[in-house]
């Protein structure tokens, strides 16, 4: 039979059992701030209509352009469920590209606006964007993120990022800056690119191709160009922060004096506009310290704003929200490059070693018991020398061994070894499991 060249698609990772320790520290510290901040946690469908994100993030964007991945039924079967449904299995579906637009159709959806506000949501899981695959960038990638929906006071802003920023300490991550701007609301928005506009238009052909695309298309993203060539216009170029009007300028300085407040320290940025087209007002970026010659923009570890008019496109009454996401994979890039020891909650309790036919089958049933008493128990069932089991136990750093061997069943006892200081005691196979339990710390209860 032919065999079948089997891969991962590119830009789509396995996440192994020796990488797993970093994914639960991100997601053990995220669910403390989030919970200890009152958020509560949604889940949304992976796949979503592509009309959902095509006019809220843009349809100009990168995301929309060219990063959207979309899916058809293998099969179209005729439809006897009325027109509506029909139009319905017609539209086109796409695996979501990010969470934001979905917590804001859940919010409509399912009548949070007669909840008490503002509603705090928090959410896990795969995002997909096919972006150029390079380091800290996947196809499928994973996001944490927090919304706060139904609350304009820009306190909220400031809490929100300072929430980000602690989580980040938190993550034992030190060399990070915040990166925040205003880009104002929709009307003052409008009058900035006309502006801006006007001071490209001249030097538009020096400019490189994605940006001269951008000029008409997505003007904003000019002030966000890598490329070196266009760098040096950016510095002549109009400020936004100059184009806002006088509540946008308010807003804007009462997050800044919050922030002050609660001792975050920030870069003010007026280049950030982020790449998605929801958002008004407030936006910032959280940015790893690099080296000179390096972008952080590229390996931006969270971003977020305020995004006041989505739940009203969606229908909703006017309702301000803001919300930030971080990214999974960046951060867990940072940790294993800066070496950051993190705990593994991975290694089991007890190692049980035996030897012979009987110890074996006596060993099924001691294994079970520890089991039932929650603790991690591991073996060797297939290996035979009692050496090859202890240096396994030793290789995956399982701090207790038991040893059963013949003679220890026909005493009916079982050798517990210390792994750490090879000190062996015996004690009699009625008692063993108490025996662990005053051996092993309470937190294994
Ligand atoms: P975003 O800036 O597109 O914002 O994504 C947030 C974070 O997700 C980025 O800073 C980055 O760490 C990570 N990320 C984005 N694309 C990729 C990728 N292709 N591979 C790996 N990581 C990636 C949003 O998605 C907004 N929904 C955030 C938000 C929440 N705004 C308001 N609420």
Not at 25 to 53: C, H, W, Y
Not at 215 to 236: H, V, W
Not at 361 to 377: A, M, N
Not at 416 to 445: C, W, Y
Request: include cysteine; glycine fraction near 6%; charge should be neutral.
């Amino acid at each position: 039979m032919a065999k079948i060249h089997v891969q991962a698609v590119r830009g789509m990772r396995d996440i192994l059992p020796q990488d797993q320790k970093y994914w639960q520290f991100l997601e053990d510290n995220f669910l403390k701030t989030a919970k200890s901040a009152g958020f509560s946690r949604i889940s949304f469908p992976i796949v979503e209509k592509a009309s959902l994100f095509e006019r809220t993030i843009g349809e100009e964007t990168d995301i929309i352009e060219k990063e959207m991945y979309s899916l058809a039924p293998k099969t179209k079967e005729p439809s006897d469920r009325g027109k509506d449904k029909e139009k319905e299995e017609k539209e086109t579906l796409v695996l979501r590209p990010e969470g934001t637009a979905s917590v804001a159709r859940a919010y409509i959806e399912h009548g949070m606006q007669t909840l008490p506000q503002p509603v705090q949501l928090y959410y896990t899981g795969p995002m997909f964007r096919h972006d150029r695959p390079q380091k800290g960038r996947q196809r499928q990638f994973h996001q944490l993120g927090l919304e706060i929906i139904g609350e304009l006071d820009p306190i909220l802003d400031a809490q929100l990022i300072s929430l980000a920023s602690r989580l980040i300490k938190k993550l034992k991550i030190r060399d990070f800056t915040v990166q925040i701007n205003s880009i104002g609301c929709t009307k003052c928005r409008a009058k900035f690119i006309k502006k801006l506009q006007e001071y490209y238009k001249p030097i538009l052909k020096n400019l490189c191709p994605d940006c001269r695309k951008r000029y008409s298309k997505n003007p904003l993203r000019l002030l966000d160009c890598k490329e070196l060539a266009c760098q040096e216009y950016k510095a002549g170029a109009p400020q936004m922060v100059d184009y806002l009007d006088q509540e946008d300028q308010a807003h804007f300085r009462q997050v800044l004096e919050y922030l002050d407040e609660l001792e975050v320290p920030y870069e003010l940025n007026t280049y950030l506009v982020r790449g998605l087209d929801y958002y008004t007002r407030t936006v910032f970026e959280i940015w790893p310290k690099m080296e000179e010659a390096e972008d952080p923009s590229r390996f931006a570890l969270g971003g977020g704003g305020r995004y006041d008019d989505l739940i009203s496109l969606f229908g909703g009454k006017p309702t301000p929200a803001i919300g930030f996401a971080l990214g999974a994979e960046s951060i867990i890039e940072l940790l294993k490059e800066k070496e950051i020891k993190v705990a593994s909650r991975e290694i089991p309790d007890i190692f049980v070693v035996q030897l012979g036919e009987l110890a074996k089958k006596k060993s099924l049933k001691l294994i079970e018991e520890l089991r039932e008493e929650s603790f991690k128990v591991i073996s060797a069932l297939g290996k035979e020398s009692i050496k090859s089991q202890l240096r396994l136990a030793d290789k995956l750093k399982v701090p207790l061994a038991l040893i059963l061997g013949h003679k220890e069943v026909l005493d009916g006892t079982v050798i517990i070894r210390d792994m750490h200081g090879g000190m062996q005691e015996t004690a009699s196979a009625e008692n063993v499991v108490d025996e662990i339990k005053k051996r092993l710390p309470r937190e294994n209860f």
